[in-house]
């Protein structure tokens, strides 16, 4: 039996998450392994019952589980006092040492329009530091106003955090088509984004198979636009990889289907890329795809720890065959030109698991 967490968090969190489970549980169904959920406190409804969106009991059972589930949650709708301070997920980052954001973007069917249907790339984001203010400090935000008109923000950036997120990034090209790009400033932000880049080039020298470069992000980001087939892997600080993968995700079809997976060496937390869609909770027309493709990506990251289960690895691979085949006979939501509702397509996800 494998029990892992699940936040189901707010907006449209709780429909995609169960969406998700579901057919995690359906792929699972018949294998080695059974899986258990185990759903805690989270968000919005925790902070009705426990004055907090994230309760020290959740974190408790978070750490005693080697994965989980996270849904999108919406802090900038929280009461006043949780405003301007580390969201809920943030802090989960933070606690656990969640450092490798894993974000692939491609066209997930030729059914599903896309600016660039060709776009396969993984974006791996350093997840703990660099420009996001909140991710810098022990204690505190790193954003402080000195006047009411003056605004600061502090950016961290340590060799190790590089040379540990430029290792992952190695290792997941070295099993696509061994090609890393270091996304950098160094013309400008020589010091910093500078440090990031020469930490990366040194730790390629471990990787003699893998081929690399540096690109200023700008001309990355336009690259990309005009010349998607020239990316496999790219690797990246915090802020700098967050834009990326939004960007890749729309270009390869729909935010709605980027999906994302942060690691540290003993735990994983899938998370989709986008956000909470507040607009459309409810609604039962927002697109599951990005949580139960992360969900995939969770169930693959336990099948490769040490003493993983192969059996979770072929689940992931039947549930990203299964959303593929749904995309290609034209079953899609709205974001994508479809008219499926959230429940519908779920439901023919788990019949092509049949």
């Not at 057919?23 to 899986?35: F, K, L, N, P, Q």
């Not at 969900?295 to 336990?302: H, N, T």
Request: with cysteine; aromatic share 6%; net charge negative.
């Amino acid at each position: 039996m494998l029990t892992l967490g699940v936040l189901r968090g707010d907006g449209i969190g709780p429909e995609i998450v169960d969406s998700a489970t579901r057919i995690v549980e359906r792929a699972v169904a018949g294998g080695s392994v059974d899986v258990r959920w185990c759903e805690l406190p989270f968000g919005l409804e925790a902070i009705g019952e426990f004055g907090t969106p994230l309760p020290e009991t959740t974190l408790a059972e978070l750490a005693g589980l080697p994965g989980w589930i996270l849904g999108p949650h919406d802090n900038a709708g929280y009461p006043d006092r949780f405003r301007g301070t580390l969201s809920p997920g943030g802090t989960i980052r933070k606690h656990f040492n969640l450092f490798a954001n894993i974000r692939p973007a491609r066209s997930l069917s030729t059914a599903v329009p896309a600016v660039c249907p060709d776009l396969d790339v993984v974006i791996v984001r350093e997840n703990t530091e660099g420009f996001y203010a909140d991710r810098n400090m022990y204690d505190g935000a790193g954003e402080f106003m000195p006047t009411p008109d003056i605004a600061l923000a502090v950016a961290v950036f340590t060799r190790t955090a590089c040379e540990r997120i430029a290792h992952q990034a190695f290792q997941v090209a070295t099993v696509r088509r061994k090609s890393v790009i270091v996304a950098h400033k160094a013309n400008v932000l020589a010091k910093t984004t500078g440090l990031f880049r020469d930490a990366c080039l040194a730790v390629a020298e471990h990787y003699p198979d893998v081929e690399v470069r540096g690109e200023h992000i700008d001309a990355l980001a336009a690259r990309l636009v005009s010349h998607p087939r020239d990316f496999d892997v790219i690797v990246a600080e915090n802020m700098f990889g967050d834009i990326l993968s939004d960007l890749a995700g729309q270009l390869s079809g729909s935010l709605g289907m980027a999906p994302s997976i942060n690691t540290s060496q003993i735990h994983a937390m899938a998370q989709a890329a986008h956000g909470s869609a507040p607009d459309i909770a409810g609604r039962d027309i927002a697109n599951p795809v990005a949580m139960i493709l992360s969900s995939a990506m969770l169930l693959r990251w336990l099948a490769g720890r040490d003493g993983g289960i192969r059996a979770l690895g072929d689940a992931a691979d039947r549930i990203e065959v299964a959303v593929g085949r749904v995309l290609d006979a034209g079953v899609g939501t709205p974001d994508v030109g479809g008219s499926a509702s959230t429940s519908s397509f779920t439901e023919h996800v788990l019949a092509a698991l049949k």
